[in-house]
């Protein structure tokens, strides 16, 4: 077994992640430390399952310097060394800014980012060359439509990553490999505690699969990353979220109706309404313009006409020109052409916009859906050159249609 007789310290390991990682390790012949706050009865049902020559329970709060000196003093006595540190404890408190107290702040950060710092130091000088450190970051660090009320535990994972970056440089003289696991929504109580079914299941639809990760999984990670396998694996945060992340623009979450339009999704920031409102309050003028262009052209036409015999030829080609234009009239401008592509089958997908169309609802059009992809929006228009672009509604990079035509492409 490839962590045979490896001393494993695991904080949080009463549930979760952290209890799926303490069995999965057991398994593979570790000898287990098992860190706990409140769960005494999981801990030692687990201590009793291991064998207690293979295990042992230590209540502290992973959060307090002096507990965690207790922490490593017991596991030291019990096993001698630490071999890895897997930091799985942690909260997910949900607040928006202006909600958050100075109080869940300083406790966010206590366990999130000081606990497993000071935890490293303290265990340190028990830990051999070879020696493994795992943290626990989150795939929300890497999605840029993360919800606002993730925001404070977003930002202790965020230094979770960088942590793990940096203690990688100034640990690998002594020859410790540090690194950590971002999970994307996976199916534990602290990810179902405070959230609606209706939003549980949203998260699921994000997924390809439909569905949330397990603890398991995340822990065949953790397994990876503590053995000899991922020795050339340092420094590096593991993304373990099946694409969740992946899409800007998930499908089936929650509408909340925008107030004015009552067409536009949720998950767009409510800016965006604002924004195609203003096509809305310009669509009028967009429109007479089309048709005084219009009729300008079929002026033209039957001048041409009517000049020469000679130019019966000519103006023929002009006549075909104006009824070109006057059967796109009602969609489009000369000098302003609004186009919305959107996802195939979005409810409440096509913005109703007059003086504009909406791109890839014609079969002309796939080849353009194709190359972007039908679950993405984007929004467009000709430039004052004639050449039509889309963009995403959201880092700009330039992309080519199977049509041949050069695009803009933002990622929210």
């Given at each position: 077994m490839s962590l045979q007789d490896k001393v494993v310290l695991i904080t949080g390991a009463s549930n979760g992640i952290g209890k799926a990682t303490a069995e999965r390790l057991y398994k593979e012949g570790a000898r287990i430390v098992i860190n706990y706050l409140s769960d005494a009865a999981s801990a030692n049902a687990m201590v009793e399952s291991f064998g207690p020559d293979r295990a042992i329970a230590v209540q502290t709060d992973a959060g307090n310097i002096d507990d965690l000196s207790r922490l490593v003093d017991a596991a030291v006595a019990k096993f001698g060394r630490i071999d890895t540190i897997v930091a799985s404890a942690g909260i997910m408190p949900m607040r928006d800014v202006e909600d958050t107290t100075e109080e869940d702040f300083a406790k966010c950060f206590d366990l999130n980012v000081k606990g497993p710092y000071f935890l490293?130091?303290?265990?340190?000088?028990?830990?051999?060359?070879?020696?493994?450190?795992?943290?626990?970051?989150?795939?929300?660090?890497?999605?840029?439509?993360?919800?606002?009320?993730?925001?404070?535990?977003?930002?202790?994972?965020?230094?979770?990553?960088?942590?793990?970056?940096?203690?990688?440089?100034?640990?690998?003289?002594?020859?410790?490999?540090?690194?950590?696991?971002?999970?994307?929504?996976?199916?534990?109580?602290?990810?179902?505690?405070?959230?609606?079914?209706?939003?549980?299941?949203?998260?699921?639809?994000?997924?390809?699969?439909?569905?949330?990760?397990?603890?398991?999984?995340?822990?065949?990670?953790?397994?990876?990353?503590?053995?000899?396998?991922?020795?050339?694996?340092?420094?590096?945060?593991?993304?373990?979220?099946?694409?969740?992340?992946?899409?800007?623009?998930?499908?089936?979450?929650?509408?909340?109706?925008?107030?004015?339009?009552?067409?536009?999704?949720?998950?767009?920031?409510?800016?965006?309404?604002?924004?195609?409102?203003?096509?809305?309050?310009?669509?009028?003028?967009?429109?007479?313009?089309?048709?005084?262009?219009?009729?300008?052209?079929?002026?033209?036409?039957?001048?041409?006409?009517?000049?020469?015999?000679?130019?019966?030829?000519?103006?023929?080609s002009s006549a075909s020109t104006a009824r070109a234009i006057s059967t796109n009239a009602a969609t489009t401008s000369s000098s302003t052409n609004v186009a919305i592509h959107t996802p195939r089958g979005s409810p409440g997908g096509a913005i109703p916009i007059p003086g504009g169309r909406r791109r890839g609802s014609d079969s002309s059009s796939e080849g353009f859906r194709d190359a972007l992809g039908a679950d993405k929006w984007y929004i467009g228009g000709r430039t004052a050159a004639g050449e039509e672009k889309f963009f995403k509604l959201g880092v700009i990079r330039r992309v080519r249609s199977n049509d041949g035509l050069s695009l803009d492409r933002l990622s929210l």
């Open positions: 490293v130091q303290k265990a340190l000088p028990h830990m051999p060359p070879g020696s493994r450190i795992i943290f626990i970051s989150t795939g929300v660090c890497h999605f840029s439509m993360a919800p606002p009320k993730y925001l404070l535990y977003a930002a202790t994972k965020g230094a979770i990553e960088q942590m793990t970056r940096v203690m990688a440089k100034g640990l690998a003289s002594k020859g410790i490999i540090v690194n950590a696991v971002a999970p994307g929504p996976t199916g534990t109580e602290l990810f179902y505690k405070g959230k609606p079914e209706t939003l549980v299941n949203a998260i699921k639809s994000w997924s390809p699969f439909n569905r949330l990760g397990e603890a398991e999984e995340i822990a065949n990670t953790i397994k990876f990353l503590a053995s000899g396998d991922s020795s050339w694996v340092v420094g590096q945060t593991v993304l373990r979220n099946q694409t969740t992340y992946m899409s800007v623009t998930p499908p089936n979450v929650p509408r909340i109706e925008d107030k004015q339009s009552n067409t536009m999704p949720s998950q767009r920031p409510f800016f965006l309404s604002s924004f195609f409102n203003s096509f809305r309050q310009q669509a009028p003028s967009l429109t007479q313009q089309a048709s005084k262009h219009t009729s300008q052209a079929a002026a033209s036409a039957s001048a041409v006409a009517s000049t020469t015999a000679a130019a019966a030829a000519a103006a023929s």
